[in-house]
T-cell receptor, first 116, second 113 residues
Framework: EAEVAQSPRYKITEKSQAVAFWCDPISGHATLYWYRQILGQGPELLVQ????????DSQLPKDRFSAERLKGVDSTLKIQPAELGDSAMYLC??????????????FGEGSWLTVV | GENVEQHPSTLSVQEGDSAVIKCTYSDSASNYFPWYKQELGKRPQLIIDIRSNVGEKKDQRIAVTLNKTAKHFSLHITETQPEDSAVYFC????????????FGSGTRLQVQP
């Protein structure tokens, strides 16, 4: 069964350093999402892509976060500089083209970030 | 934007009992309501979903009900088992494929053997 791939799974970085996460969605999934999940809370959307275009980045802290999906396939989420409050799990998800039966999204395993 | 509220935040039941988790949403345009189960350190896994054209959906021991007028939906787990222990999240979105899910804050379910 195809899965959303993410790397790295775990990252420890020092405050003020840069960190990047990579995501490869399920083949054929045009929509890609980056969510952030702080321990004990629900996932919160950071950015949504449709192919290579950003659909929603209203909750992305643009002073330090950036995301790209240059060829409309895999995606990178970058944080620079990292702050202590960025410690969380970063979840990538993808969904297939819209269809009458609905639109399930599929999550990757997540990338755990600890900022020290 | 959409706002989803979920309660209770924690729920402890005895094995074999039923568990009910409730969510409310704010955007009357939302028409897709999935439920996810998340075990410690793992990704959220879809367990059941419902769309606004139905009021109830059941899959073995799990059922979800939707009241669009009141803008609330609920997850019902019957005959709970220890392996049901996890955090459960409800979510809502406009099911066009172009609107991301908005999640509730989660319910930690503990099933006591």
């Amino acid at each position: 069964e195809a899965e959303v791939a993410q790397s790295p799974r775990y990252k420890i970085t020092e405050k003020s350093q840069a960190v990047a996460f990579w995501c490869d969605p399920i083949s054929g999934h045009a929509t890609l999402y980056w969510y952030r999940q702080i321990l004990g809370q629900g996932p919160e959307l950071l950015v949504q892509f449709q192919d290579e275009s950003v659909v929603d980045d209203s909750q992305l802290p643009k002073d330090r976060f950036s995301a790209e999906r240059l060829k409309g396939v895999d995606s990178t989420l970058k944080i620079q500089p990292a702050e202590l409050g960025d410690s969380a799990m970063y979840l990538c998800a993808s969904s297939p083209p819209p269809r009458p039966s609905g639109n399930t999204i599929y999550f990757g395993e997540g990338s755990w970030l600890t900022v020290v | 934007g959409e706002n989803v509220e979920q309660h209770p935040s924690t729920l402890s039941v005895q094995e074999g009992d039923s568990a009910v988790i409730k969510c409310t949403y704010s955007d009357s345009a939302s028409n897709y309501f999935p439920w996810y189960k998340q075990e410690l350190g793992k990704r959220p896994q879809l367990i059941i979903d419902i769309r606004s054209n139905v009021g109830e959906k059941k899959d073995q021991r799990i059922a979800v009900t939707l009241n669009k007028t009141a803008k609330h939906f609920s997850l019902h787990i019957t005959e709970t088992q220890p392996e049901d222990s996890a955090v459960y999240f409800c979510a809502a979105s406009l099911d066009t494929g172009r609107r991301a899910l908005t999640f509730g804050s989660g319910t930690r379910l503990q099933v006591q053997p």
